[in-house]
């Protein structure tokens, strides 16, 4: 059984830096395929996606953030990490990480998502 | 970037009725291996969204058979054959083909 889960700060000042850490089981970052997304959706509107990294390190960011994100795994502890530079309030946002399975290209599990509230 | 765009924006369905929504993508998502990289997400309320239909027609795993997902190319659709209770919240289309991935605006599905 695929589970993940979110980890990181609830409020955040503008101009800081967002870390958010994914945690999950039932599978590997090693294995030929897989990889982690993370996804955020702002209350009350549509979700977007932010960021992507593979097993094989290869990492992709969504053009519109890609100068304030950065992605990275941690295989031994079988955690993503996701950070995100000067925060700002339309940065509030529930920011999910999502499991991508080798056969496709889905986010076939998601986390239960953690809110994050950018004011000063 | 793929701009996707779905329609209606909501429906509201008796149980027992049938129900339908559209995606459109601005590119094809037809790959060369003849597969079309498009997902459907469902969002109950409250809850993180899950994976209903990938590939554009094939059922993730647990998915009831009511629902099923078709088209090619830049149009699909998700149909729900007859609409449960269970099944009202907010349904994504995403292409999968590139990065960045892109989903719809999203459908908001209430129950009559």
């Known amino acids: 059984q695929i589970t993940l889960r979110e980890s990181g700060p609830t409020l955040v000042r503008p101009t800081q830096t967002l870390t958010l850490t994914c945690t999950f089981s039932?599978?590997?970052?090693?294995?030929?395929?897989?990889?982690v997304g993370w996804i955020r959706q702002p209350p009350g509107k549509a979700l977007e996606w932010l960021a992507l990294?593979?097993?094989?390190?290869?990492?992709r960011y969504s053009p519109a953030l890609e100068s304030r994100l950065t992605i990275t795994k941690d295989t031994s502890r079988n955690q993503v990490v996701l950070t995100m530079t000067n925060m700002d309030p339309v940065d509030t946002a529930t920011y999910y990480c999502?499991?991508?399975?080798?056969?496709?290209?889905?986010?076939?599990?998601w986390g239960q998502g953690a809110l994050v509230t950018v004011s000063s | 970037e793929i701009v996707m765009t779905q329609s209606p924006l909501s429906l509201s369905v008796t149980p027992g009725e049938p129900a339908s929504i559209s995606c459109w993508s601005s590119?094809?998502?037809?790959?060369?291996?003849?597969?079309?990289?498009l997902d459907w997400y469902l969002q109950k309320p409250g809850q993180s969204p899950q994976l209903l239909i990938f590939?554009?027609?094939d059922r993730a795993s647990g998915v009831p058979d009511r629902f099923s997902g078709g088209g090619s190319g830049t149009y699909f659709t998700l149909k729900i054959s007859r609409v449960a209770t269970e099944d009202i919240g907010v349904y994504y289309c995403?292409?999968?083909?590139?990065?960045?991935?892109?989903f719809g605006q999203g459908t908001r599905l209430e129950i009559k």
């Open positions: 999502a499991h991508i399975p080798t056969v496709t290209t889905s986010f076939d599990s």
């Open positions: 039932g599978f590997s970052l090693t294995t030929g395929g897989v990889g």
């Open positions: 990294i593979y097993w094989s390190d290869d990492k």
């Open positions: 590119q094809s998502l037809l790959h060369t291996n003849g597969r079309n990289y």
């Open positions: 590939l554009a027609s």
């Open positions: 995403m292409q999968a083909l590139q990065t960045p991935r892109t």
